[in-house]
């Protein structure tokens, strides 16, 4: 995010979707960066809709409906028109440079891809698009994308209604190799956000890396203050942010594992966008 | 001839009260009387009402203005409410059955305070150990382990057909509202134009596969949406075990504190079904319990008697319908009336229930409904709140319907004679619910035991007055004035609060003088101070005498005139005047004209007065013939309306120098009543009536003629002041008693008045004589009269 490449928001039409798009555009205003919206047409879905014994089961309701290629298609044009809608608004909030990117494919290999050519650094997407609705966290495209260590990637969740306390960005350090690249991809959120950082700190950080990171901070102006990680485990986590007022949270490729737990795991964990820094 | 009646003696005007006879210095040395001295009657009749268990029993004290009926009664109920136990506290809870009906909890004296403690404690406690349960990780977890059991499930679900489904080269494919199924090939979903290509059988087989794969997940997502009401129902569960430990602990602990209430343990019980039922309502962020189901597991404690130490007397002085049942205040919510069972207010009657409430009867009856309520919670034996709004208004606000309180009450109505005879008469209940009527006497006997209690009575006074004590010679002087109150030398005024004033006016003028005591000279001046106060009508009426404005001769003799006494009583000040009475005589028909009554100036009594005149007159002077007289008797000056019989003797007098044209001595003034046979009779203001005379002659000069005539009968009521006295003493004013009306005329006339013999002859030279001589005169000259119009018509 340092190095100010554009930014690649991933967009369906569900809601998560339309949360990360506001988030990447905030984001791509206050960074000065490019914001690519990349709409991707599944090739599945277009094949599905193709075979004349297609049909969609709800998932509320398990009951068939049609399903056929027009359906689909008046499906993904009403979708684009959300999208460029929506993209105009938030350029009309401030200067944002965007451009809508419609690709047809597998929606993992069209992402890496377009994220790739556009030399982005940061990939927004929703923790879960319409599987969010049928009780997945995480997504299948987001579970493969994390895979993708080459870049950061912003898992969107529209966060709980806030508290009357303020609300902070929370970075989670637990391991000292990544734990500059954290700080500072949590400070730069904090500013982007006007919120203030916070530091949640495991005992593997000693002291005088401490206040080597906060060293670091200095320069940017930002409001930061440590709160120690008691235990670190994913309860440990839990237990730290229960009542907190966490407008988003930064981890680190390495931060699940020296938790000794699954990345997806740590990632569902806040009901709140997540920033996975590589 | 008889002897005219001699004048008085100075010593026989005033009963003197000996200082040295009262057994102490100051009143600082004397206890409060036990009980009010002369108040038997009343007292024994509290002593019943207080005793008698029946509620209708209650009771009316009634007696003047100013007799201290409230400070007696209030004191002997204090006195009273010692010997019994403190009665019930009572609260209202919230009824979670039926919200509008708040309910009743009866609880013993001490243990309101500590039952509303506890509940508040118990409030306070939810607010943190609710949170505190609902913020724990175990909470958390179990939360988690819920959701994720329902997510693992619908996902399972969901995988067990993708697996299914990639066994048979079929893919399942999210889309916007669920799911689509398609046949795979190399990982992808197969083009539809390289499908149909297929051999046909391969097609119906792959379509046969994805038809049953469908059926298959029609079937799993439609067991989805029961996973989730179990889910719900298993978090519902969760929350409510949550809700359980985190109040069963308080709950419990209550109920075994108060497990000797059964009322207050269901009422506990109710708490934790409510708090339970409540577990959906429950904040989301913090996990409290809203205000709002808190503030329903509080008690409003109606009534504390957890400090008193025996029953309760109470006096409402503004007896309103609300203040005496109690009301149900309300609050604006969003443009709303609204209220809850914390609003209910306790009346007068609640807070005297177990005990005694005091009313004065005159304030109940001025107060819009109150007479009707009271009755109504004498008559139920229960207060039952109820706004008058509810009565008499279409639209009311959203009310209650609170239990009523069992009614265990004594009542004492304070009030005048007159109400208390007004409500026997035209109010059927009063009879039925006041049954005891603790008369207070309006004088009580002096003697020197009751002195030596009102000496008392002023040291209880002066001591509850903070004001100073008073000396021997200031309590004898206030027992002069008592008797002088009472208008009767043999008697003391029973009232306290015209005392009160007079102590307290003394005390300023001792404090004035730098005096530690409050002497009989303190006494004398506020005596004085508040004549003078009250006395600008009589001087006004005095300097129009004195002036001849008022024609009232003091001195030289008349025919047909007399001075006559009459009293004015203006608020609490009244004073003595004389009137003058004159009267014509002339032949006629049995006929005393009396003028006041014709000008309609003359009242019933007055009237009747002159009737008994008129035939004390026919026979005395007519006993066997007709009486042939036309008299008319009229008070001179007067234009107000006048009433009672104590000037009747002057008016005969007047009547009888009317008739027999014999002058009347007019330095002497003349009071009393006379019944038919030629009696006099006592009369009221006797000591009023002759300062009133005395004042008039002393400021003309006293020369020795002067005095007045007063009833025999008035001898003991004679209390007149010092100055009186002294000119009595010293000769130069007379107060003469008479006993008959012969005794009048002879001193008003210097001659003797006569008395008849065996054949009903006076003696001559006698008045009676002059009197039956000019009637006999007037029967000629009516029958000369009678006989020449019979002629003339004849």
Redesign the interface.
Known sequence: MADHGPIVVLL???PASTGALVAAARLARRQNRDLVALFVE????S?????A?????????????P?DTQTLTD?LRNQRERITALLEHEAGRGALRWRLQVASG?IYQTTTQAATETGADLIVLGKA???AG????LG?TARQLLLDTGRSLMLWEDRR?P?KDQEAVYALITDPTDASTIVRASAALALANDHPLRLLVSRAIGPARLRSLLAELEPLAVAVSTQPLIEQSL?GV??AL??QAASDLVIGRHTAESLGCDSSDLITLPTAPVLVVS | MTTPPAPLDADTLYQRCDPSRLPFETTAELQPPAFPPGQTRALEALEFGTEIEDGSFNLFALGAFGTGKYAVVRDFLEQRAQRDEPPWSWGYVYNFDEPDKPRLLRLPPQEGRKLEKGLENLVEEFRTAIPAVFESDEYHNRVQELREAFKRRQREAVEAISKKAKEKDVALVNTPNGFTLGPVRDGEILDPEEFHKLPEEQQETWQAAINALEKELKQSLQQIPKWQKEAREKLLALNEEMLRVAVGQQLQALEDDWEHLPDVTAFLGGIRDDIISHVNDLDDEGSTVPEEILNQYQLNLLVDNADLEGAPVVYEDLPTHARLIGRIEHYFREGALLTDFRLIRAGALHRANGGYLILHARQVLMQPFAWDTLKRAIYGKQVRIESLEQFYTVFTPISLDPDPVPLDIKIVLIGDRLLYYLLSEYDPDFSKLFKVQADFEDTLDRNPEHELDYARTLAALAQSNNLRPLDRSAVARTIEHASRMAGDNEKLAAGTRPLADLLAEANHIAGKSHSDTVGSTHIEAAIAHQEKRAERLRERAVEAILRNTLNIPTSGERIGAINGLAVSQLGNFSFGLPTRITATARPGRDQVVDIEREAKLGGNIHTKAMMILSRYLGSHYAPDGELSLSASVAFEQLYGTIEGDSASVAELCALISAIARIPIRQSLAVTGSINQLGEVQAIGGVNEKIEGFFRICRDRGLDGTHGVLIPEANLPHLMLNHEVRSAVAAGRFKVYPIAKADDALERLTGQPAGEADANGRFPAGSVNWAVADRLLHFQTVTRHDASHGEDENG
């Open positions: 369906d039409s569900s599944d090739r599945d879905l094949r599905s809709a193709g075979y014994f297609a049909r969609e089961i709800s998932a509320l309701s398990g009951n068939a409906l399903f499906r597998g698009g319409w599987s049928r009780g997945a966290r299948s209604r508290g309860q839990a237990h229960r009542g």
